[in-house]
């Protein structure tokens, strides 16, 4: 595990020393979080983390303590040291490092206008960068191509997810669950029992006067789960940080044959965006063909085709319409394919899946479907 | 309800037309949260908000359905009319409000340095602002005090929450509670049994090898709880959006020197804490004085004393040393008061609750307290 975080550091500064830049600093806090204080040193809370372009780091936690038994990485120095503030905690660990006079130091792309006017002033001594495009933009990037251990996370998610569908199933069939918060306890439970760290977002179960709602809300209530109509049950578990992310659409009771034809447009879309996912196909290829037989059938998709997954729930690669036509899929990408339909008064269908992208092709990792319930 | 909106709306738009702002955008999306398009709209989704200094105000919401359904709001203009392009649906709102050229337009404090840049070059005919010490910190402060609605929210989700601890106190001890995760559940299915759209945040429930952490990790696991030693359980509750925050530890068998030491300290400075939560103290009275009575002990306390809440668990008011001593306690104001000592050779112990600031001085709204486990 040692070797597997100083690579990714290594990375990381090799293409720093490539671009004259000498330190980056990345930040996970309330309302700025970010995946790579973990990706870079295993730390799962709040912290900062400055690294330079030698590979050497330095982590500042808010919890001391929760640092000594998890981070990997050789420094810790706590956030109580310097008062808990930011920046007087950033300048402390650039002086650690020993990052000279001059340095382009780069703060994170999402800082805010006036944090980094703060910045700015308060480090006349350095060249304070924050751009999209850049070192911040290249740990993205970096992320979005899983590693092996990252692909084993995944699949690990993925086979606990597969039994969590399954026992839905089954328990739904023999009248076991009964509302949609007895379904979102299942997954609670059986997630955590399976060795999780939880959901890997607050589970979405909407029956069918709700199911119209891309996200419904509330999130789940006492509300009959699964009843006449369509249903939808959006979840994810998060098996080491790594997150799956499916959704069901349970068809219960006769339906409409407007109910019926959403459902098999969705079907359609999900069968030819799947063998789009494919190393080389640009990203937005999948998204615009799905587009396309939604609006033959003059409907329309109001969210995304798809999204990577991985630290984060939804992170690079972008599936979708405005995807720059020259990025594409490439070996070791996780992304969701989720094509959808609602409509208030037909109810919602989405069908959700895993994929990961391999050399001989898309492999789907989960197993949504939609499920018929007589 | 109707009213209660417009008079938030109004109040603001009265501050901007003094301030010589004529529009001012808020955004409530992923990885920039903002409570302000539910506080003034009540839609409680990812959407774009712009209010204008005559308190007209245009909804772009990312679920047209859902909005429909709560926003109270004249206007409603669903994202995918924009291609899902956040400065696009920006520019079509500030031209549906009519905002004349040159007018000044204020962005969220909280948007990025690069994304201030797209939106300076998108929109020439504006001054953009992006300030901390403006629309959207008066936005802060106004949320800050609660109105007659607010409180009665808060006092219905205080309430959920002391029926819920008086549940796990009769639970544990009856040994129908044995892990972290049977707490957590238990806390789930009560709250939105109780008409809650669901937690605040997600629970935290540390036994004796694990409530050494602020925020232990993960939040909760299948192990004993409590067991021998102190065990923490934070959680709190969401009743139409409003947030409580709670801690209790548990004490079971018998406890060390050290371990009944650090619940005598933490009791200490709840009780003088307590009765500094009163109209006209400076916030950082209390927090200075936790501080004194932890010192005398050689002991620090790693985070705040307290924080306000409602739409968002942590928000304004902030009580801790390095808060403005100018800034006190108003009527209307809730914040927790939640002292708390660490150790990963003691444990963790934590009390907090949650204080409504009146006239007649503190109001404790929630009953968290520390409990013997013989």
Not at 192 to 207: D, K, P, V, Y
Not at 238 to 264: C, H, M, P, R
Not at 279 to 296: H, N, Q, S, W
Not at 347 to 354: I, P, S, T, V, W
Request: hydrophobic letters at 35%; proline letters at 6%; one cysteine or more.
């Amino acid at each position: 595990m040692n070797t597997l975080f100083q690579k990714r550091r290594a990375d990381l500064a090799r293409w720093m020393a490539g671009n004259n830049v000498q330190a980056v600093v990345f930040e996970d806090t309330e309302g700025r979080r970010s995946p790579a204080v973990r990706y870079y040193t295993n730390h799962p809370e709040d912290a900062i983390l400055v690294i330079n372009n030698k590979a050497e780091a330095v982590l500042c936690p808010w919890d001391e303590n929760i640092a000594k038994q998890k981070a990997v990485i050789e420094t810790i120095v706590p956030y109580t040291k310097y008062d808990r503030t930011a920046i007087k905690a950033v300048g402390a660990l650039l002086k650690l490092l020993k990052v000279p006079e001059k340095s382009r130091v780069e703060i994170p792309s999402i800082t805010p206008y006036p944090v980094f006017l703060r910045y700015v002033e308060a480090f006349p001594q350095y060249d304070i960068l924050c751009k999209e495009e850049y070192t911040h933009h290249f740990a993205v990037e970096q992320r979005q191509v899983k590693d092996e251990y990252e692909i084993s996370c995944a699949r690990k998610a993925a086979e606990i997810t597969n039994r969590i569908i399954d026992t839905i199933e089954t328990q739904i069939k023999k009248g076991k669950i009964k509302t949609e918060t007895d379904a979102a306890l299942l997954i609670e439970k059986e997630c955590r029992a399976a060795g999780c760290e939880g959901t890997s977002f607050a589970t979405l179960a909407a029956g069918p006067s709700r199911s119209f709602g891309i996200h419904c809300f509330p999130n789940y209530t006492d509300a009959q789960f699964p009843a006449d109509g369509l249903s939808i049950l959006d979840f994810g578990v998060n098996y080491s940080g790594y997150a799956s992310d499916v959704t069901l659409t349970f068809a219960k009771g006769e339906l409409t044959e407007e109910q019926e034809k959403q459902i098999q447009l969705v079907e359609k879309a999900y069968d030819a965006a799947l063998h789009l996912y494919e190393k080389g196909v640009p990203l937005r290829t999948p998204a615009l063909k799905v587009d396309e037989i939604f609006a033959k059938a003059k409907r329309k998709m109001p969210h995304s085709l798809g999204h990577g997954m991985g630290l984060e729930i939804h992170e690079a690669p972008w599936i979708r319409a405005k995807t720059e036509p020259e990025k594409t899929f490439q070996t070791g990408m996780i992304a969701s394919l989720e094509p959808g339909l609602y409509d208030p008064a037909i109810g919602g269908c989405r069908l959700e899946n895993d994929i990961l992208i391999t050399d001989q092709g898309p492999e789907v990792l989960t197993r949504s479907r939609i499920i018929r319930i007589p």
